[in-house]
């Protein structure tokens, strides 16, 4: 008989269509869990369900939102959490890495987009699904990159907003033991 590792479990992901996020969810999938994942490609979003539930072990529901929106970024845990009734991991991951440019190509208005795309939304999504997590004793991984170590040529908006999840993981790591939450990146 094959162990299903999460099975049962209710596992949210965002930016799950495509890249990494997809990746994550086929492995949840294939595990037995019960996955939400987001994107704000409506075709891709609906025919990845069709595909996953027609072949996974698990359960896969796809919910189309727009992460650099507060209320879509809420309605998405909502909807999580009344069809599952739980969550159990939240995997932070919908953002994007912008073609190489150096300061001087790069406007404040579009580092404030940056920011709400690559990091105001992991802060968002923890904030909406913590009061779940710490039922459950569930866990946080947010998706950052070794560019935030390392820093990388025409990239200085990417990188500062990969460095600030990491520096945001440690420290929500740090509040959330108490409640038996894990944080990783």
Same mark, same amino acid.
């Given at each position: ?10 596992? %949210?992901?965002?930016? !799950? &269509? ?7 969810? @086929? =492995?949840?999938? #294939?595990?037995?869990? +019960? ?16 595909? %996953?539930?027609?072949? !996974? &072990? ?7 939102? @727009? =992460?650099?929106? #507060?209320?879509?970024? +809420? ?95 440690k420290a929500l790591a740090i509040d959330e ?9």
């Amino acid at each position: 008989m094959t162990s299903l590792r999460y099975e049962e479990k209710v596992a %949210l992901i965002t930016g !799950g &269509s495509r890249g990494i996020g997809k990746g994550c969810v @086929d =492995v949840f999938v #294939e595990n037995g869990a +019960k996955v939400v994942f987001c994107s704000n490609d409506d075709t891709e979003g609906q025919d990845m369900e069709r595909n %996953l539930n027609s072949r !996974g &072990s698990g359960k896969a529901l796809f919910i189309y939102g @727009d =992460v650099t929106q #507060e209320s879509d970024i +809420k309605n998405i845990v909502e909807k999580t959490v009344e069809k599952f009734g739980r969550i159990d991991c939240l995997i932070n991951n919908a953002g994007t890495h912008p073609l190489s440019h150096t300061i001087d190509e790069f406007s404040a208005e579009d580092f404030r987009k940056l920011l709400d795309l690559n990091l105001i939304n992991y802060f968002l999504f923890s904030m909406y699904s913590l009061p779940h997590l710490r039922k459950t004793d569930g866990n946080i991984i947010n998706i950052s990159s070794l560019v935030n170590q390392l820093g990388q040529e025409q990239a200085v908006t990417y990188v500062a907003t990969k460095g600030a999840i990491t520096s945001m993981t440690k420290a929500l790591a740090i509040d959330e033991a108490k409640y038996n939450v894990r944080v990783n990146s």
